[in-house]
T-cell receptor
Framework: SQQGEEDPQALSIQEGENATMNCSYK?????LQWYRQNSGRGLVHLIL?????REKHSGRLRVTLDTSKKSSSLLITASRAADTASYFC???????????FGPGTRLSVLP | EAEVAQSPRYKITEKSQAVAFWCDPI?????LYWYRQILGQGPELLVQ????????DSQLPKDRFSAERLKGVDSTLKIQPAELGDSAMYLC?????????????FGPGTRLTVL
């Protein structure tokens, strides 16, 4: 079964609004990564948060991790039409193996 | 900027035929991954290489799928025979080394349609 499960499955917002998507996982992790995928393209790495970190920022992205709840959230502030994409969380084990991606959240940012 | 190369970008084949995909990772990246992504789902890891050795192929359907990375550089994924359910995007990714903290760099993928 998949380790990561994103929520919601789809999200539609207006340009300038914030977008929040969540990821839940089932077993202990070493780190959690978020990736973006534009339609029909490969994935692009956004941010990695380690299991001993609680929050991380990169530009307009903010990721939180709650290991007690086995969940993470990705916040995109001041969204742009170019942020329209699918967003996936992914987890791996301590050996850099057993990578599992969730089903993704499809974000649509309307101009 | 260095990129992961994949070919072909699109492949249409009939069921029971053989099909092969090629991936050239970023130079110096020791770890290479093959994923299958069904439309609307997340990528599923098929096989992971560290140099020329397989470190994880637990999800690879070995009765019909094979993967090799003979010289530890480029890699080929083969399906023989192809089935209708194999229609998907096949993604290749590479990372500097097998480590919990390394980001993966993905190629553009090969979209396979089996008729």
């Amino acid at each position: 079964s998949q380790q990561g499960e994103e929520d919601p499955q789809a999200l539609s917002i207006q340009e300038g609004e914030n977008a929040t998507m969540n990821c839940s996982y089932k077993t202990s992790i070493n780190n959690l990564q978020w990736y973006r995928q534009n339609s029909g393209r490969g994935l692009v790495h956004l941010i990695l948060i380690r299991s001993n970190e609680r929050e991380k920022h990169s530009g307009r992205l903010r990721v939180t991790l709650d290991t007690s709840k086995k969940s993470s959230s990705l916040l995109i502030t001041a969204s742009r039409a170019a942020d329209t994409a699918s967003y996936f969380c992914a987890t791996g084990d301590n050996y850099g193996q057993n990578f599992v991606f969730g089903p993704g959240t499809r974000l649509s940012v309307l101009p | 900027e260095a990129e992961v190369a994949q070919s072909p970008r699109y492949k249409i084949t009939e069921k029971s035929q053989a099909v092969a995909f090629w991936c050239d990772p970023i130079s110096g990246h020791a770890t290479l991954y093959w994923y299958r992504q069904i439309l609307g789902q997340g990528p599923e890891l098929l096989v992971q290489f560290q140099d020329e050795s397989v470190v994880d192929d637990s999800q690879l359907p070995k009765d019909r799928f094979s993967a090799e990375r003979l010289k530890g550089v480029d890699s080929t994924l083969k399906i023989q025979p192809a089935e209708l359910g194999d229609s998907a995007m096949y993604l290749c990714a590479s990372s500097y080394k097998t480590s919990p903290y390394n980001e993966q760099f993905f190629g553009p993928g090969t979209r396979l349609t089996v008729l």
